[in-house]
Nanobody, 120 residues
Framework: QVQLVESGGGLVQPGGSLRLSCAASGSIFSIIDMGWFRQAPGNQRELVATITGGDTTNYADSVKGRFTISRDNAKNTLFLQMNSLKPEETAVYYC??????????????WGQGTQVTVSS
């Protein structure tokens, strides 16, 4: 079994910063890719950023230059540093991982999400 647990969300003022974390645990053999998605009320879930096992990163155009995705491979932890946050970026942020378990199965896992609210 594999679990992804997000943390670090909360209330922040416009222009402020937050760092989200996602801890992956369980029967993990190899992580292929990890990423962050977000979903605001009434909207579809959208890709924010991804990072491969080789540390190649990809960002949505709307967050380039402000957000940074990174990972600590030793701890199987994913991070998203978010700077200069905007009110329209209020959403639930979800961590996901494309990985191979120790039983040899490739699956995509999702965390439960962490709420980010950008407001004065």
């Amino acid at each position: 079994q594999v679990q992804l647990v997000e943390s670090g969300g909360g209330l922040v003022q416009p222009g402020g910063s937050l760092r989200l974390s996602c801890a992956a645990s369980g029967s993990i053999f190899s992580i292929i890719d990890m990423g962050w998605f977000r979903q605001a009320p009434g909207n579809q879930r959208e890709l924010v950023a991804t990072i491969t096992g080789g540390d190649t990163t990809n960002y949505a155009d709307s967050v380039k230059g402000r957000f940074t995705i990174s990972r600590d491979n030793a701890k199987n932890t994913l991070f998203l540093q978010m700077n200069s946050l905007k009110p329209e970026e209020t959403a639930v942020y979800y961590c996901n991982a494309d990985l191979i378990s120790k039983l040899g199965y490739r699956s995509v896992y999702w965390g439960q999400g962490t709420q980010v609210t950008v407001s004065s």
